[in-house]
């Protein structure tokens, strides 16, 4: 098995060092630019080629550009001989349906994503702990790959793509938006700028670390679990200036997500649910809730 990458970015240079970590034979890169082939191939210890000799050495060949350029580096391929390749993305929302007609070149595409936000090429150092999701035809023809590269994976199916990316923007870009709303907030409170992050950063690792131990459901803390009315509602009017005003709506529409949390685990008597949920801006009945 002969891997290659075609781009040199974030994605490509963490995922060969961590294949060529577990022994996997990363014969190396292709980019845009020479110069980032040569970054990724000195980080990895492999080498740089133009595409052709790329394409002609490796039989594994991983497409790590940006989701908008992978269908062009797709058509660029096909001038090739495909024959028993295997072409991958790492894509969270495409599929391998990008890969058009790729079983009338012999080849079959696949999209392996890593469910881990990857900031620079030293996030192959998390990689052993992430999830995978495989998707594609004659996934059993890679199966020897995916163990022995020791990869965690889920086969998900091509019509879930959407929905599984939006689950994961969920879990890590909201997040990070969810602390820029906390951070607007503290430094309206008064809280020097440079100590929010310090301050933001405790509240979210006490509560990741929560849902690591405890589960999801168990590490809800907060208003909205002890049933305190008066609070929710003096948050909601607390957002009074034009730079806040907007996070009532999602403050609401995350607390009636939060309200099912509390009705699953029957912690609060049906009458203040709903007092709760008319507060969140809900009718007073169970439908107008999340119902997740
Ligand atoms: N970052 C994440 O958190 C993350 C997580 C999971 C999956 N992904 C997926 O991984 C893929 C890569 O993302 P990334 O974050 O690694 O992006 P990135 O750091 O911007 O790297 C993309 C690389 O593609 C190269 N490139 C651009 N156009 C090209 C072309 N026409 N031919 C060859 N190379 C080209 C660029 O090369 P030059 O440097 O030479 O210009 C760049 O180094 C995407 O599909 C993304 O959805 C990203």
Redesign the pocket.
């Known amino acids: 098995m002969n891997i290659g990458f075609?781009?040199?970015?974030?994605?490509?240079?963490?995922f060969g060092h961590y294949l060529k970590d577990h022994a996997i034979n990363v014969v190396g890169y292709?980019?845009?630019?020479?110069?980032?082939?040569v970054d990724a191939a000195k980080f990895t210890g492999t080498g740089y080629f133009n595409?052709d000799e790329l394409m002609e050495t490796c039989d594994y060949i991983f497409?790590?550009?940006?989701?908008d350029?992978?269908s062009?580096?797709w058509n660029q391929m096909k001038q090739f001989n495909l024959q028993d390749k295997k072409i991958f993305?790492?894509?969270?929302?495409?599929s391998s349906a990008i890969f058009e007609d790729i079983e009338s070149y012999g080849a079959f595409g696949y999209s392996l994503?890593?469910l881990?936000?990857?900031?620079d090429k030293y996030?192959y150092r998390r990689l052993d702990n992430a999830i995978f999701t495989i998707e594609g035809k004659n996934i059993a023809s890679i199966e020897g790959f995916l163990s022995s590269s020791k990869i965690h994976f889920f086969k998900i199916l091509e019509a879930n793509k959407a929905k599984y990316h939006a689950a994961a923007v969920f879990a890590s870009n909201y997040v990070v938006a969810l602390a820029k709303i906390s951070k607007t907030l503290l430094v309206e409170c008064g809280i020097p700028e440079n100590d929010t992050n310090r301050a933001i950063y405790s509240l979210m690792e006490g509560t990741i670390c929560n849902i690591k131990e405890k589960g999801i459901e168990q590490s809800l803390t907060g208003p909205i679990v002890r049933g305190d009315t008066g609070t929710v509602k003096k948050h909601i009017e607390a957002f009074n200036n034009n730079k806040t005003a907007c996070f009532a709506d999602i403050y609401q529409e995350l607390g009636k997500v939060a309200l099912d949390i509390v009705r699953e685990r029957e912690s609060l008597n049906e009458e203040k649910a709903n007092e709760i949920l008319n507060i969140l801006g809900g009718g007073m009945s169970e439908k107008d809730s999340c119902n997740i």
């Open positions: 075609i781009g040199a970015g974030k994605v490509g240079s963490a292709a980019s845009r630019t020479i110069e980032s082939a595409v497409i790590t550009t940006p989701d350029v992978i062009n580096v993305h790492m894509s969270g929302s495409l994503h890593p881990l936000p990857i900031t996030s």
